[in-house]
């Protein structure tokens, strides 16, 4: 004999409303007023919803800037064929200052379309190809598909001992709350093509309206004279004026890039294939990086990327675009401050005083 006797599909039928037979749960039911009735299939219903999570706060980014890492040797073989632009050295610390985006999904697809777009047959280039060398790495989302902030630098790489980190951040945020550069907005006019000062990456870009640059020209000014002021390396700066301040360890550390990069960087542009001062040529200067590759763009890639900008669904969703900067982000090693820009009753107390 079983030890438990199930009740088979026949005896759940005999007891089936037809059968004049009500369930346990019906006979509750049936016995709670309208009103309580009522309230019960409303308590389930919302019971069944599902609960939007509020929006992390903007700290929290701050936790977790970059992956975990596992090595202070270079292996490229880990970064997708990435080499390190300053190497690194115990009581050094890499340090960076910039403004940082966090795009819409909106916003996500209409660059993921782009990034599509620019390679071979809509993403056949860098599927196919088995080559670090000629893939379209993607900047828009991680190897696990999670989406990651994008972001506009105010400053090259900078390399800091241990004993001025304090130093360097007190004196950013005086000289930033000083130059009382209130929270902006900036647009953006088209792609292009930009590589990094070493000559070992090309990054698809999308450059910024020129008529949006005078906040961001103001605080990567005050960026620039706290970089001087360590000896670190400047941003966009003329080739004179970095000779002469490029005397600190990543500065060092760069010695070896090529003439054609000089001190200011490389734009190739979508009509020419040419190297450009970035200091003359302010639309060019700020940029926000979306993809990047090891090869230097073929003439193909530089005609497919001008193509791309003459897409009216594109040019449209880039022009669409406006983002809002309210904070300057200074990260040394894997920690990051946030500096806030001077809201609008801070400046006028200021200016009052």
Known sequence: MALVDYSDSDSEENNSPEHGISSPTKKRQASLSPKHQVETKRIRQDE?????LPPLPSIFHNLYPTASRTSTHDDPSLHGGRKRAVPHIDGNWATHIYVEWHPTDRETT????????TTNDGGAQASSS?????KLHSLLCNELGAQLPLHIS????????????????????????ACAVRPFEVSFADLDWVANYEQTRWFL????????????????NVCNEAAGAFRQPLLYADAKRSK????????????????????????????ELSTEEAAGH??????????????????????????????????KGLEEMCVRFDVVKLKIGNVVKDIAL?????SKGLIGS
């Open 48 to 52: 069944t919803k599902v609960t939007k």
């Open 110 to 117: 209409t660059l993921s379309a782009i990034v599509s777009s």
């Open 130 to 134: 088995s080559s670090h060398q000629s």
């Open 154 to 177: 105010l400053s090259r790489t900078l390399v800091l001992s241990t004993d001025k980190r304090q130093s360097f951040s007190d004196r950013l945020e005086r000289s930033i709350t």
């Open 205 to 220: 870009v999308l450059r910024l309206a020129r008529s949006v640059e005078g906040n961001l020209g103001r605080l990567l």
């Open 244 to 271: 002469r301040d490029e005397n600190g360890p990543a500065a060092a550390a760069g010695r070896e890039r090529t003439r054609r990069g000089s001190e200011v960087g490389t734009v190739l542009r979508t009509s």
């Open 282 to 315: 302010s639309a060019s200067r700020f940029h926000v990086s979306i993809a990047w590759t090891l090869e230097r763009p073929s003439v193909e890639l530089l005609a497919r990327t001008r193509s791309v900008n003459e897409v009216r669904a594109i040019s």
């Open 342 to 346: 001077m809201k609008a009753q801070e």
